[in-house]
């Protein structure tokens, strides 16, 4: 299970809004002073992700649970969300080399199978998500100075 904070901002009588932590791994990672991807986040902040669970655990509002979703899931959306595309630019430029395209054309079918895995994306991993086992589920309460409660892991 992979854990995140979140903060409950809304409580109405059957379901609780909550507003979880925008983490990225950058601070971690060694190559974050050259990172394009760590620069990005500097100058676009990270915007909270909000969504609703079921207010079966009393929440009120202000306080701070932890989340969890499985490991599975995150591997099935990651899949969907990177592997769709690649395989539409890999089929697409094969396919149009396969019928004899040349090079150019290879490139510009490759592109279009990009844009039509990206496209595919998007709403396949919106429909995925709304399925009930895809979305995070309440663990517990949390401490709001427990930083360490953001992120883990359960197995370990």
Known sequence: MIEGRARVFSVSESDVWLEAEARSACGSCGAVKSCGVSSLTKVLGRRPV???LPNDFGARTGEWVVIGIPQSVLLRTSILAYMLPILGLICFAAGASAMGAGDAGSAIAGAAGLAL???LARPL???????????PVYLRRSDPDDACASGTDSRS
Do not use: H, K, N, V
Request: charged share 30%; glycine share 12%.
């Open 117 to 119: 895995g990206l496209a």
């Open 50 to 52: 909000r969504f609703s």
């Open 125 to 135: 991993g919106r429909r995925t998500i709304a399925l009930s086992d895809m979305r």
